[in-house]
């Protein structure tokens, strides 16, 4: 990585003696790639020109939109926040047109920071979101255990009335264009900064222990990822932003592909990857800065000033093999170094992927998604094959044995659960008996089965988590029991034909 004292061991001598390949009149001062040498007026240029044309590219964020910029305190995230805000500026050639917002996640919690750090970190990024001017949410990991269920049930939206094309759009921020003075725009600004980094001692507890039930490093990161997925999800629908702009780089996408290509997310790797990614439905993940490597942020940060806080996670001074993602990231951090092209190569063929479900099932049930990274299911089967006739059979007998009230109507049960009726004190029968792996197991994709697997206890899982979890699975028992009677039913009836036949 780089140092913030570095002997270039002549370099500089080197650059000296080198032109700037843009202008060809300015002396370079960095070398981004082997003849790519830049000055430093072009080199600022470039890297602004490659943001806004990622952008304009892909047309996906339409003029007076509502977007949330997830910001880590990384370089790469806070050269994101940077560009946003110099392409809101009004000095801007091209100005930005959709209305920027903050997020940052303190997940120290998770990471085991003391309480001293995560308020230090909290308030240097507070300062640096102050000078933007933007809206921001500082939200504590720990608020995962009071999000409703609603964060894992995907979003619809139409394309064809609400959202015009991207011209209509911009025609019509031209002329409803609407001008703020400098009050109002401070005033309406200053109301809708929200710092909820307060939590509860109940829920760091129960965060301690979702963490600590986790056997592997490599299970904490992914369950890391998603819960913070999951809080950035619901801040985002709660406030009216309908895009969420993460600052992941070429090389961490690199990184990303391979790692998750070994935790058994192939099915989903254009959407992790991709520049958008519409899961969520009302909600879109873009990822501008995916075109960046970490060599040409790093160089941004430092020649411009680019405020930055260095936050640690829970692979920091881990040892390479500590997790499958710290493998890939050193295999590949490693390979770079001996081959500059590895990163590139990696990237361009995500850039090929393609999703194979297809578009209407962003709308689909929540049934055909999984319950915590919200994919379509990887691990369904034909349901004409035999082997979707034994899970069929195997999950019904361990119905069977596990709660024996099926014998009663499927009606009664379907009203027990629905409207309440026949429960007792304590809440809805649905709720007495917690999720198991094996529960779990037919809601999840293959990745995030693994993860559960690796945990010691579902029961440490968020509410929202295993409420909802319940929820899929009794609809799921209703429609095994009805199978059941129809095919009971069925083999009576062929019992008496046969018995009516005469000799």
Wanted: glycine letters at 4%; charged letters at 20%; aromatic letters at 6%.
């Amino acid at each position: 990585m780089c140092q913030v004292e570095e002997d270039y061991n002549g370099l500089e001598s080197e650059l000296n003696n080198l032109c700037c390949m843009k202008c060809k009149e300015g002396t370079a001062v960095l070398i981004i790639r082997v003849n790519d040498a830049f000055c430093r007026s072009c080199f600022k240029e470039y890297f602004i020109h490659k943001f806004r044309a990622m952008l304009g590219k892909n047309r996906v964020i339409f003029p007076q939109e509502k977007v949330l910029l997830a910001v880590s305190g990384g370089t790469a995230s806070c050269s994101m926040l940077s560009q946003v805000q110099e392409g809101l500026s009004r000095e801007a050639p091209k100005k930005l047109r959709f209305v920027p917002g903050i997020i940052y996640i303190d997940d120290g919690g998770a990471c085991g920071r003391s309480a001293e750090e995560r308020q230090r970190s909290n308030a240097l990024l507070k300062s640096i979101f102050t000078e933007t001017g933007f809206t921001y949410f500082i939200v504590s990991l720990e608020q995962v255990f009071s999000l409703p269920t609603s964060v894992l049930v995907p979003g619809t939206s139409d394309p064809d009335p609400s959202n015009p094309s991207y011209k209509q759009a911009v025609d019509q921020y031209i002329k409803e264009k609407q001008t703020l003075t400098e009050e109002n725009v401070a005033s309406a600004v200053a109301q809708l900064n929200i710092e909820d980094s307060a939590y509860s001692p109940e829920h760091k507890l129960a965060l301690e222990r979702l963490f600590s039930s986790m056997k592997t490093l490599t299970a904490k990161e992914d369950m890391l990822q998603t819960l913070r997925q999951h809080l950035i999800l619901h801040i985002a629908r709660e406030n009216g932003y309908s895009k969420v702009m993460m600052g992941d780089s070429c090389s961490r996408l690199a990184v990303k592909l391979l790692s998750n290509i070994a935790l058994g997310r192939g099915a989903a790797l254009a959407s992790d990857t991709g520049f958008s990614d519409p899961r969520y439905g009302d909600v879109v993940i873009v990822r501008p800065m995916r075109d960046y490597s970490s060599k040409e942020i790093a160089f941004y940060s430092r020649m411009f000033n680019v405020p930055s806080v260095f936050i640690s996670g829970l692979d920091t001074k881990t040892h390479d093999k500590a997790s499958i993602q710290r493998l890939t990231e050193s295999f590949v951090t490693n390979l770079q170094f001996d081959f500059p092209s590895t990163v590139s190569t990696i990237y361009r063929t995500s850039e090929k992927l393609h999703t194979v479900m297809p578009p209407q099932s962003q709308t689909a049930e929540p049934a055909s998604k999984c319950l915590l990274c919200l994919c379509t299911l990887d691990t369904k089967v034909d349901k004409a094959s035999a082997f979707h006739a034994t899970l069929v059979s195997e999950q019904l007998s361990q119905i069977k044995l596990q709660d024996p009230s099926l014998d009663a109507p499927a009606q009664s049960a379907e009203q027990c659960c629905t409207e309440g009726q026949g429960c007792g004190p304590g809440g809805c029968c649905s709720s007495n008996r917690l999720p198991s792996h094996q529960d779990l197991k037919t809601l999840l994709c293959y990745s995030c089965r693994l993860t559960i697997k690796d945990m010691v206890a579902t029961n440490t899982l968020p509410p929202y988590i295993i409420t909802e979890a319940e929820k899929r699975q009794k609809r799921w028992e209703i429609l095994l029991h009805n199978l059941n009677i129809s095919f009971i039913k069925k083999k009576k009836c062929c019992h008496l034909l046969t018995l009516s036949k005469p000799e």
